[in-house]
């Protein structure tokens, strides 16, 4: 039996281990939530000035990321940095840690 999280687009098992997951609804997931975070600290999404990238399959998600990015960040995109780590503390396959001004 699984228990699917269709917003955060992953699906777990009965145990909470991923079955699957949707890069690209998690991307657009996160960089709302990140949008979010920014306006309520008083900055804006065109304030990013640096961006760490962590992703837990960079072989097979780095494509669609990448595109997502681009579609983000159109005019004058932020310093990027995309490193490929085996987990998060969550069942996702994407985090970003921001830097922006105020």
């Known amino acids: 039996m699984s228990v699917a999280q269709k917003n955060s687009g992953v699906e777990l098992d009965a145990n909470g281990k991923i079955i699957s997951y949707n890069i690209a609804t998690q991307c657009h997931s996160v960089f709302k939530n ?25 072989k097979d998600d780095f494509a669609t990321y990448n595109k997502l990015w681009a ?13 490929e780590i085996n987990c998060l503390p969550t ?3 994407i985090e970003l ?5 105020v």
């Not at 975070?37 to 992703?55: M, N, R």
Request: with cysteine; aromatic share 10%; glycine share 4%.
């Open 34 to 58: 990140v949008r979010y975070i920014l306006e309520d600290a008083g900055s804006s999404w065109d304030k990013i000035v640096d961006v760490t990238v962590f992703l837990t399959n960079m």
């Open 71 to 83: 579609e983000y960040f159109k005019d004058s995109p932020p310093c990027r940095t995309t490193i």
């Open 91 to 93: 069942p996702i396959g």
């Open 97 to 101: 840690k921001v830097i922006a001004t």
